[in-house]
């Protein structure tokens, strides 16, 4: 049974950082493509970051510069750095595995959410 457990998320101040980490089980991480998307109040879920298996790194315009996705394959962990965060970053964040990158939600697994505000 394939788990993924989304960690990290919290209360911020416009400006500060937050670091999330995705721990996942019961797949074969390393031969995964593990992305971030979040979905804001009455939003729908938009793509984040992403990190290929071979570790091509993918961002949303409105991240690029401020948040940095890695990956640990020895933990079987995903982590999003978020750095000079944003009210409009407020949002829960949603960690997501399979087989390649897409910038949609056509993902395989995805873990339960982290909610994530950033007050001004």
């Known amino acids: 049974q394939v788990q993924l457990v989304e960690s990290g998320g919290g209360l911020v101040q416009a400006g500060g950082s937050l670091r999330l980490s995705c721990a996942a089980s019961?797949?074969?991480?390393?031969?995964?493509?593990m992305a971030w998307f979040r979905q804001g109040p009455g939003k729908e879920r938009e793509f984040v970051a992403a990190?290929?298996?071979?570790?091509?790194?993918y961002y949303a315009d409105s991240v690029k510069g401020r948040f940095t996705i890695s990956r640990d394959n020895a933990k079987n962990t995903v982590y999003l750095q978020m750095n000079n965060m944003k009210p409009e970053d407020t949002a829960v964040y949603y960690c997501?595995?399979?087989?390649?990158?897409?910038?949609?939600?056509?993902?395989?697994?995805w873990g339960q959410g982290t909610q994530v505000t950033v007050s001004s």
């Open positions: 990190i290929s298996w071979f570790y091509r790194i």
């Open positions: 997501a595995a399979g087989g390649v990158v897409v910038t949609t939600t056509s993902y395989d697994y």
């Open positions: 019961g797949l074969t991480f390393s031969g995964n493509a």
